[in-house]
């Protein structure tokens, strides 16, 4: 149970960044006993993984904050988000330190698409937020915003992996600011559009 829980929490974190969550898992794997990967999951804490792993984050935390080009990333992100929210939930779903459910380790795949479309769901609203939050705001709220993804993504993360219970009030907060923040900003965009027009 904690550890679909897990999984559901990291994933929805991959939705906003790709790489804090699994960043997270693989450092967590490779140097303590908080997660303990099953083999067909163990390269994610193998030093290769990692050194891509933060390479891309620190690419990742320089784009998403650039106007326009936060837009291109998030183009990017729609096949890399979902993918790595589905490979993380299926790793940690069918960790042995997490849980002792030898159903998710047999059928990690239903961790990988679950994964997959939680991270899918979280990274579209983020992504259809973005261009109205760069036009309402002359391009100024993208580091903002982007800063404020990538804090929730690894609260979250460490939410999923230290307090796996809270997983739901988590997604359900998540849900409710993505959905409130991207209305804003629509209306935000249609009425200085209309403005615009007016003039």
């Avoid at 929490?9 to 794997?29: D, E, K, T």
């Avoid at 261009?131 to 993360?157: C, K, Q």
């Avoid at 809270?166 to 559009?193: E, P, Q, T």
């Amino acid at each position: 149970m904690f550890a679909v829980l897990t999984g559901a929490g990291l994933s929805a974190a991959a939705g906003l960044n790709a790489y804090i969550p699994f960043l997270m898992v693989g450092l967590l794997a490779r140097f303590t006993d908080v997660i303990t990967l099953p083999g067909g999951w163990q390269w994610i804490e193998s030093w290769w993984a990692i050194g891509i792993g933060v390479v891309l984050l620190i690419s990742e935390l320089v784009l998403d904050k650039i106007p326009v080009v936060d837009s291109i990333n998030d183009l990017a992100g729609t096949v890399i988000r979902p993918a790595s929210g589905g490979i993380i939930a299926a790793a940690t779903q069918s960790a042995s330190s997490l849980d002792h459910s030898s159903f998710m380790r047999d059928h990690s795949w239903i961790g990988l698409v679950g994964g997959i479309v939680i991270a899918g769901v979280v990274h579209v609203g983020k992504s259809s937020a973005r261009p109205a939050i760069n036009l309402g705001t002359a391009g100024f709220g993208a580091p903002i915003v982007s800063t404020a993804e990538d804090v929730s993504s690894l609260g979250l993360s460490l939410i999923a992996v230290f307090v796996p219970i809270l997983v739901i009030v988590a997604l359900i907060v998540l849900g409710w600011i993505l959905w409130k923040y991207a209305r804003r900003m629509r209306r935000f965009a249609r009425r200085r559009r209309d403005a615009e027009h007016a003039t």
